[in-house]
């Protein structure tokens, strides 16, 4: 029976703080509640405001950033690469936009691009590796100088690099050029424009795609990072052109200043999507021809933003 009273009791009062609930809203408390939300919203108003004017004011510095290097500082890479012949090579998946701004800019800068080169996601695919080492066993060309303690992947890039590329310039498309990219077509390994090699490049251009969702672990571009480091070591210089998020953790730059070896001898620059970062990759295609390497940009680029010839004080 006291239980019975307790239960009565307790519902009893839960009606009545509800009915006082709704006289207080209807009543006293309704102006306060409208004033409060009326508030409320002035205020959210006011935040998306100037959260609205902060982004307006971010784009326009950003703007007048990369007008400011296009126009006043765009005759620095002026000549700096006359008549030097690059090979363009695109990691899967890079962006076109990414790969014709930087094209543009070395044009400018006095380049010839003489083939532009697609690799294939199959390339790096680890279910093709024996295809793979099979084709560079098959394709190697007797003045292919391969080292012995080299990757399978490098030995790949080794070869490419002999099919696009040389040490020296005045070289030509020959029959074993033919035969290399004949050969990686035909697996379709990659694709070619012009599909016919002409003059074989001297510096090389590689474009770095953006990582894929979610990010991989690092150690997954290890075959990619050693078929750069091949490239490199049949060319006269190697450049590996991304945006932030490829120096990032997930990123290929980031993989590639990872390798100690590969620092040593390819360059990097990770805001090629920039003109600041476009003129920098000049500028680095320009070092490697020199003999020199260095990693370039704003995320972790130990050498800082460019190189130190261009510098007017150190970073």
Same mark, same amino acid.
């Given at each position: 029976m006291i239980d019975f009273r307790y239960h009565i009791v307790s519902i009893v009062a839960i009606f009545f703080a509800l009915g006082a609930g709704v006289v207080l809203g209807a009543g006293p408390l309704k102006s306060t509640g409208k004033d409060f939300v009326a508030s409320q919203a002035e205020k959210d108003r006011q935040q998306l405001a100037d959260a609205r004017a902060e982004l307006v004011q971010v784009k326009a510095l950003d703007k007048y950033r990369d007008d400011y290097v296009a126009k006043v500082t765009a005759g620095m890479?002026?000549?700096?690469?006359t008549n030097k012949k690059i090979a363009i090579v695109t990691m899967p998946n890079a962006d076109n936009d990414l790969t014709n701004s930087v094209q543009d800019e070395v044009e400018k800068a006095g380049a010839v691009v003489t083939?532009?080169?697609?690799?294939?996601?199959?390339?790096?695919?680890?279910?093709? +590796?024996?295809?793979?080492?099979?084709?560079?066993?098959?394709?190697?060309?007797?003045?292919?100088?391969?080292?012995?303690?080299?990757?399978?992947?490098? +030995?790949a890039g080794l070869l490419l690099a002999r099919g696009i590329a040389a040490k020296e310039d005045g070289k030509t498309g020959d029959a074993d050029s033919?035969? /290399?990219?004949?050969?990686?077509?035909?697996?379709?390994?990659?694709s070619l424009k012009p599909s016919q090699i002409?003059? +074989?490049?001297?510096?090389?251009?590689?474009?770095?795609?953006?990582?894929?969702?979610?990010?991989?672990?690092?150690?997954?571009?290890?075959?990619?990072?050693?078929?750069?480091?091949g490239l490199d070591t049949g060319s006269a210089g190697v450049v590996v052109a991304g945006t932030p998020e490829t120096a990032a953790d997930g990123g290929i730059i980031k993989a590639l200043r990872s390798d100690s070896d590969a620092t040593k001898i390819v360059s990097s620059v990770d805001v090629a999507d920039i003109p600041a970062g476009q003129?920098? /990759?000049?500028?680095?295609?320009?070092?490697?021809?020199?003999?020199?390497?260095?990693q370039y940009g704003a995320i972790n680029a130990k050498n800082g933003v460019a190189p130190s010839a261009v510098q007017t004080k150190d970073n």
């Open positions: 890479t002026t000549g700096k690469l083939t532009k080169v697609a690799l294939d996601a199959k390339l790096f695919d680890t279910g093709q +590796r024996q295809l793979v080492e099979s084709l560079v066993n098959q394709l190697v060309t007797a003045d292919m100088d391969i080292p012995k303690d080299s990757t399978t992947y490098q +030995r033919t035969k /290399v990219i004949s050969g990686m077509t035909g697996a379709k390994l990659l002409k003059d +074989r490049a001297t510096l090389v251009l590689v474009i770095a795609a953006k990582p894929p969702t979610p990010l991989p672990d690092n150690s997954t571009y290890n075959d990619s990072v050693d078929f750069i480091e003129a920098t /990759v000049v500028f680095s295609l320009v070092e490697q021809a020199e003999g020199k390497a260095g």
